[in-house]
């Protein structure tokens, strides 16, 4: 588990046999669930946002959901890095206050050592236009950013009213570094 700041700040082992899958409910104690009070970056912000690297001496398959009261998600994610990622489903739909969809990229540098520079642009899904580019993005080694349609995330929220209430698309990430999306 690393930190938004690129800080690992726990880590487990577990198995998985063929065809077999585990389910890790971060909401519920338990011998392979990080107990957040005991970060540095949760006592300090109040939450824990970062990143979960997997690695397994076999293919595996890895799913992030998220659930609430009324809502639900689903987080897809690069399994290897690159300089140019598509996250190939993007939405920001609403009717006055109330949300129908959201979207949060979430951009992270694997790198031990160095500073990716990036820019996102968002392609609308029905005309292929460029409707918004965000330029002059960086992250520090092991860290992450995320973008969300709704809240902005780690950008001014206003950034983007200006994809309106009823927009889907993608998302092109272009980096100077390889980045994991």
């Known amino acids: 588990y690393i930190n938004r700041d690129g800080a ?5 082992t577990d198995s998985v046999p063929a065809q077999a899958q585990r389910t890790y409910e971060l909401n519920k104690p338990g011998p392979k669930i990080p107990v957040w009070s005991s970060s540095s970056y949760y006592n300090t912000n109040g939450n824990w946002t970062g990143a979960v690297v997997v690695t ?12 609430w009261r009324n809502w639900a998600m689903v987080m897809n994610a690069s399994s290897t890095a690159a300089s140019t990622v598509y996250a190939p489903s993007v939405a920001r739909r609403t009717t ?4 129908q969809e959201l979207s949060i990229v979430t951009v992270q540098h694997p790198s031990t050592t160095d500073t990716a520079n990036f820019s996102l642009t968002y392609i609308n899904g029905d005309n292929g236009n460029i409707d918004l580019t965000i330029t002059g993005q960086s992250i520090g ?10 809240s902005g995330g780690d950008v001014d929220k ?15 990430v272009q980096s100077d570094r390889d980045v994991i999306v």
Do not use: Q
Request: proline share 4%.
């Open 56 to 67: 397994s001496d076999r293919p595996i398959v890895a799913v992030m959901t998220n659930h």
């Open 96 to 99: 006055g206050d109330k949300w």
């Open 8 to 12: 690992n700040d726990f880590t487990f």
């Open 141 to 150: 080694p092991g860290a992450a950013k995320g973008y969300n349609t709704r």
């Open 158 to 172: 206003t950034i983007y009213e200006t994809l309106g209430g009823t927009w889907t698309g993608s998302v092109l």
